[in-house]
């Protein structure tokens, strides 16, 4: 079992180097970092290299994988050809997701509180779990059919840049992963096969960093700019952080004020814990589950955002 902290964002309140003592990392131990989500930023780390001590060594997984696509023009035009997929069926999950996620919200807004009316309720919302599953489904067939086709570490401009990495993270006492473009950051992580390598290690994880290493990637933001929007799936995560959807920037993205999409939200991510994370909050993992590190916000069913402590 990975020993897993997840926070909110860093920017403001860094609170990454408590995290790594947490995780009983030796104050001398190297701290592998993953900034591929700033894209072309990926090395301006000097201020998360500071707050670490001078001890980080960066991963440069976005380099690393713009490197890998110049020397196999194979391999990156397939990968366009996945992209373009995996965007025209976003698509479409998003159309249906509208429409669903509306009736939803009419339910949950209908007065009244009868047999007949929290039945359609529960149904509804059921219809969006399984619209999530099964748009999660077609995510992963896309990407096993990609894996079956090209076996992407198996490719020796793949494998080579594995092999480096895999000796950083195993020399390093934990890998802190921060945040930046979700979806970039998940795909250089598992062209890499960062979940592989970071199973049983120590990982401190923030924003798009946190939610990508989650069972399953959620965006999310009740106020863009062209009007209301709905938290959608967009694919598994690494699965480091099992039981939990991490909504970072909370404050900021989330309505937390509408108690009726607070409530949707929790009742559609059911089981999994949806938490709100913003600066100086965080969750770490132990042996009998999630424990707030030192405080968190955990979306409830009736629609608040309860304040959970250590």
């Not at 009868?114 to 059921?126: M, N, P, S």
């Amino acid at each position: 079992m990975s020993r897993v902290v997840l926070l909110g964002p860093q920017r403001l309140q860094p609170t990454l180097i408590g995290a790594v003592r947490s995780l009983d990392v030796p104050d001398d131990a190297r701290v592998a970092t993953v900034t591929a989500g700033w894209q072309e930023r990926e090395p301006d780390d000097a201020e998360l290299n500071e707050h670490l001590g001078g001890r980080a060594i960066n991963l440069k997984l976005y380099a690393r994988a713009e490197a890998v696509m110049r020397r196999d023009p194979e391999l990156a035009a397939a990968h366009h050809r996945r992209q373009d997929i995996l965007k025209r069926l976003q698509g479409l999950y998003d159309v249906r997701l509208r429409h669903a996620m509306a009736a939803c919200e009419a339910l949950l807004r209908e007065p009244g509180e009868d047999v007949a009316l929290e039945r359609a309720r529960g149904e509804a919302i059921e219809a969006v779990r399984e619209l999530d599953r099964l748009h999660l489904e077609r995510v992963r067939e896309v990407h096993e059919e990609f894996a079956a086709r090209f076996s992407p570490l198996g490719r020796p401009s793949v494998a080579e840049e594995h092999e480096r990495i895999a000796a950083v993270v195993r020399e390093s006492g934990a890998t802190a992963i921060a945040g930046g473009h979700v979806a970039v950051l998940l795909n250089r992580l598992a062209l890499f096969g960062l979940g592989e390598l970071l199973a049983g290690r120590a990982v401190v994880a923030w924003s798009a960093g946190a939610m990508a290493i989650a069972e399953r990637v959620v965006l999310f933001h009740d106020r863009p700019p062209h009007g209301p929007g709905w938290a959608e799936v967009l694919e598994h995560g690494l699965g480091l952080a099992p039981g939990i959807v991490p909504f970072p920037h909370a404050k900021r993205r989330l309505d937390l004020q509408n108690r009726f999409r607070v409530a949707l939200a929790a009742r559609r991510f059911a089981p999994a814990l949806c938490l709100a994370l913003d600066e100086g909050q965080g969750v770490r993992r132990a042996a009998d589950g999630w424990t707030a590190a030192p405080v968190a916000r955990r979306l409830d069913p009736v629609g608040t955002a309860e304040v959970i402590a250590a």
